[in-house]
């Protein structure tokens, strides 16, 4: 049975009799009569035997558990708030979670779903999986998953959502030969991605024991972003998924990721490094090291390539291997004409991936799926970059000409690029950040972004793979910043005041024109905006203030984009198609929503200045240019500025 109000204490239950418990949880707060939720947090997944060691399934619970608060989260450095950095928030918006830190506890989800589910539902099943790098975690405020399951219910396509907790920094990723032997050893096949295998064991929990939560196991979209994303990419291109996948669909929102994964020599160095900065010598050492001071270094430790966890014909790049030539397409408009490429080294003949379904899929939970080659939702944002003003800033003219080149190590393709970026040694001080910050932006997200998006649809025979971009202002900054599309999608951040459209706003937007979508057919439930005053009745601020040149976001423009974004996510969760899939799907700016021509796609990104600079760059120097320009210059560059 399934989310039962006990008389006496008013409680959601879950019987679950594989796991031979009842899990008790909550009635979420926005639950509502026509809408309730119900929660069951901190549920853990899998146990870890050591540090650096693979996780295992965890599936002994006590005849009673208690789902009624988060878990522990992994241990991380203490640093300004992600809501504060992303959002501008104010420390008095920001609930105050004091979520506990543990290095072998962490490994938990959380349960989000209609209070109606029975083990017979079987809604889709969405796994959200976070960024934030070394930092971040399943149970943070922003995503909580209560608001998107309630208008999951009022649009009619209900879902069961889980978040996951799982390793990161150093004690999700550390990689070495010294390592691999160690936990070789041990019995560990391959060594570092243990956040990956964490991720690896929720699906696999979930595919177990999700259906008394009203889950349908054979139905899984994950969905991610910054990090998260580029971590459902590394699943996507893994061993165990080209098996055994377990999930049916991917969903990857401004994804961080190395293009050119490292092997465990070049992880190894790095390492060695973080080592000697710890003054341990053996990997025993390392083990000793309280994960409180551990968690200070290794911030960009990310996957491997150890020869295990990336299936066979791996070659240790998300995109295809020569990445110097333009980038493949098979819409109109894109960079050029259709190309046919080797990808891994070799010619792929694939055979078409099943299409998107319209109907739920089956509940036999008899086989895995027959095909790895997911359906993938993908797109990015259209200010990424504002994460790194500040190293922008640092930049001097001169500085930032000659670190640029001596990445590219051409004259010849460093001048198109700096030509093309309008960045020169007499580039006036208050323009340089702005240049710089486009530059970051290409080289980190936005080319990248399409490459794998490209890559993934030759994989999938040119089917499989939808577009987005979402270029929708953030009321707080007035522009699409970095994770900018949490806010909308799960609508968990307080807002500023917002200004109500005026009549005249009004009637145009009833007329259609610029802010029409390509169709009508919209679901018009829509949950009423909570008061911008947090609950001790302090109304939010934010740290900026508006002026005259900021884009206005009012409650018309929020909520458009708002349904919009949740709508079709999930859409794709229910197995339909979200748009067509030779357009390209925009949010914003400025409330507008709805299917667009590739060709104003290349209008809202640097498409041509990407052929003419970065593709003859190739992936690894663009992504080495990328994170540099991140950096900042080195600090005995920075004293000329002062």
Known sequence: MIAKLLDDVQEPVVLHEDLKTTFTGVVHPVSTPDAPVHQYLGIKYASIPARFRQSRLYTHYPPQTDCSHHGPICPQPQYKSIEEELFNLTEDCIPNQALKQSEFDCLNLSITCPASATPDSQFPVMLWIHGGGNRGSGANWVCDAGPLVQKSIQCGKPVVIVSINFRLGLLGFAASPALREDNKAAGDEGVGNYGLWDQRRAMEWIYRFIQPFGGNPNNVTVFGESTGAGDILCHLHSAANEVAPLFQRAIIQSAIVDMEVPNVHQAGWQLGKLMCALRVQSIEELRQVDAERLVMFGSHARATDDGFFFRKSWTGSLVPVDDAAPSVHHSEGLLGDNLVVELNGHSHHLKVPHTVRSKPRSRSRSRHPQSSHQPVLIGDCGAESLLWSLPASLWTSAGAVKRIRAICQSLNKSNVLLRLYDIGVYTPADELPERILDLINDARFAWPTQKVADSLRSERGGHGVWRYVFDQEGPSRGVPHHAVDLMYLFDNVPLPALPCASAYDDELRSD????????????IAVRSRPSSEGEDGCACTYECDADWAMPVVDDWTYSR???????????????????????????GPEGETGE???????????????????EPLGVSVVQKLGVELCNGPPADGRSTMF
């Open 561 to 587: 984009v708002r349904n919009a974004i949740q709508e079709r996510w999930l859409a794709f969760a229910y197995g339909e198609a979200p748009w067509r899939e030779d357009r390209v799907f925009v949010f």
């Open 512 to 523: 259609g024109g610029y802010y029409s979508d390509s169709d009508d057919e919209e679901c």
């Open 596 to 614: 667009r021509s590739m060709s104003i796609f290349n209008a809202r990104r640097r498409t041509q200045v990407w052929k003419e600079a970065l």
